[in-house]
Every structure is written in structure tokens, then in C-alpha cells.
């Protein structure tokens, strides 16, 4: 019987998860009010908190599952990417306990576990498998042969699509996070009341950094010749901007699929939580034939229960870190 303790920090939220034989037991996220007065996550003030919630959210995560320490066979953390003094709180911990009860360490790739999210309960994807992996700072297509043997065949050239939204989120005067905001709206608006441009960028790569700049000048336009255009029309706004963005996403899959003959498909990565981007998967399956997978909502923000499930696979592989492992370095992917 195999036990995994997980600790996921690469950001602001501190997550602990504890894994036995490919199961999750439990899953434990302390989340940051302190950013939402700044607008967006202070990187100082995240370490901080990390340091403050790690102990007690490792112990919630041990009590629920219903282990103790000497019980555990690894230790797992998230090693990249993310703010490196969140990562640090992390590394640091997970060092000093696989240390303290001589067990293995294993670091773990924070977009390799976002896409193993899909594989944490059933229905599981079979190999091979495509991920589109959104998130705040990734968008990512990925091409998944095995849990360990991933290849990133489509990428962000500039800012990633929870970038565009949160952007978009601001500009329209919404509160910090605003991305789950132009959400909420977008489903009481009209998607094609305002048109907004597809950038043109060959291959499977994406670009979000001219949309952006297009809805800020519309913002802007707009604003000049009605003040109150925003609040006049917020939900059509959302819905406007959150089409444009799902249908950049879901062009680039669909050539991704058509490409490599892959027909399971699947979504991963904080924006998968968006009920827009995931009602598209789902008609774009049933259009072009697609298995699909959506992870539960708890799993596509950051956790550790992605962690583990890496972790584990990793585990089996015999794929362990020596403790002069650093945290922010580059994470194996395969």
C-alpha cells in the first residue's frame, strides 16, 4: 500500500492532499483574502501566508485521510512553475519532512499535474490524450502518450487566456478575481453583441496579447462616447469577450485533434473551471466525435491532489529527487 502526502504552493493558495494506492483521501486548500485589496496576488504576502497555513493544512490533510507521518511512503511538492518564494515554502517543507522520516522526495511539474487532473477519477482518458491547459499564466495544448511521457505541441506566444480575463475583469471595474466574475455575467449577456478579433497565429500556438489590446480600446472608445456604457451593458461585454476567448481556444484544439488523430480530449488548468469554456468542450465533442474529459470543479484550481496523483505515477516509475532539489528549477515532464 502506497502513501503519498502532497503539497501544492506554486501560487496563493496552500493545498495539502494525501494519496493511498491512486486514491485521494483528502484535500485540503487554504486560500489569501489578503490579496483581493490589492487587485492581485502580492508575491511577498503570498510567501508569507504559506508559511502561516503549511503546518496546519499538512495536519487537516494527514487527520481526514486518517494516517499519520510514520504511515507515509513519499513526500510530493510542486517544484515549478510559480512565484519562487511560494515555491520555496513548499520545497523547503517537503525536504525537511521526507528528510526527517527518511522517505523519498518527488518534485513535481505544475502543468504535468494540472493535466493529470483528468486522471484522478473515472471516467480516466486513454493514451493518447489531448489537453488544453488554461490557466493564468499557461495556455497550453498538450499531447499526453502516457502519465509520464507528455509533449506541449501548442503554446501562448505572449499572455495566456486567464490573463485575458482577468485584464478584461479589471478594465471593466470588477473586483479582484475577476475572471469567475465575466463568468457569472457572461451567462446573462449576449455572445455576439460585440465582435472581437481572432488573432491570426499559425500552427497550434496562441496569442492573446492583441485581443487584449482590442477590447481595451473598445473599452476605451466606447466609454469616451457613453460613460456608462460598461454598466449599461456588463453582461453583454462578458459574454462578448468570453466567446471570442473559447472559440481562440477550441479552433487551435480542434486542429490539434485533426492533426494527430487523437479523439480523447480534455481540459485542465484554473479557466477549465469557466462554465463557458466547458459547455464548448462538450459541443465540440459531440460535432467532431470527441471522448471528452472536464475535471471536477475542486481540481482545476490549484491543488495538491494533482500533485499526488503525479506523485504517484511518478512513484511507480521510480522517478524520485535527491534532497539538493531546488525549488523554481525545471520539473521533468517526462
Given amino acids: 500500500m502506497t502513501n503519498i502526502l502532497a503539497i501544492e504552493s506554486s501560487c496563493d493558495e496552500t493545498s495539502a492532499a494525501v494519496l493511498q494506492d491512486g486514491k485521494i483521501l483528502s484535500n485540503f486548500i487554504a486560500n489569501q483574502q489578503v490579496h483581493e485589496q490589492y487587485g492581485g496576488v502580492v508575491p511577498e504576502l503570498a510567501s508569507r501566508a504559506h508559511l502561516q497555513n503549511i503546518v496546519p493544512v499538512v495536519d487537516a490533510a494527514l487527520r481526514k485521510a486518517g494516517l499519520t507521518k510514520a504511515e507515509l511512503d513519499a513526500i510530493a511538492f ?44 473515472e471516467p480516466r482518458p486513454a493514451f493518447p490524450f489531448l489537453c488544453l491547459t488554461v490557466s493564468g499564466g499557461h495556455t497550453q495544448i498538450v499531447l499526453c502518450e502516457d502519465f509520464l511521457k507528455m509533449t506541449v505541441i501548442g503554446e501562448t506566444q505572449d499572455d495566456a487566456a486567464g490573463e485575458a480575463f482577468d485584464k478584461t475583469a479589471k478594465l471593466l471595474g470588477l473586483p479582484y478575481p475577476g475572471g469567475p466574475l465575466i463568468d ?5 449577456g449576449d455572445p455576439e ?142
Avoid at 107 to 121: P, S
Avoid at 310 to 316: E, I, L, S
Fill in 78 to 121: 510542486t517544484q515549478s512553475p510559480g512565484l519562487i518564494g511560494s515555491l520555496l515554502v513548499g520545497c523547503s517543507f517537503a525536504k525537511a519532512m521526507a528528510l526527517a522520516l527518511d522517505i523519498p522526495l518527488i518534485a513535481v511539474h505544475h502543468m504535468q499535474a494540472h493535466v493529470l487532473a483528468n486522471f484522478i477519477e
Fill in 184 to 188: 457569472r455575467y457572461a451567462r446573462e
Fill in 193 to 334: 453583441r460585440f465582435s472581437f478579433p481572432e488573432p491570426r497565429i499559425p500552427g497550434l500556438n496562441f496569442s492573446f496579447s492583441g485581443l487584449k489590446t482590442a477590447i481595451l480600446y473598445f473599452i476605451r472608445d466606447e466609454t469616451a462616447k457613453d460613460p456608462d456604457f460598461v454598466a449599461k451593458n456588463l453582461p453583454d461585454i462578458c459574454a462578448s469577450v468570453q466567446h471570442r476567448i473559447i472559440t481562440i481556444l477550441m479552433n487551435k484544439l480542434v486542429k490539434a485533434a485533426q492533426q494527430t488523430g487523437v479523439t480523447h480530449v480534455g481540459i485542465a488548468g484554473g479557466v477549465s473551471a469557466n462554465s463557458g469554456l466547458r459547455a464548448a468542450l462538450e459541443t465540440y465533442s459531440k460535432r467532431y466525435g470527441w471522448q471528452h474529459y472536464i475535471p471536477k470543479f475542486e481540481y482545476c484550481t490549484d491543488n495538491a491532489a494533482m500533485i499526488a496523483i503525479t506523485a504517484y505515477h511518478k512513484f511507480k516509475a521510480g522517478q524520485f529527487s535527491p534532497l539538493s532539489v531546488s525549488a523554481g528549477a525545471r520539473a521533468t515532464w517526462s
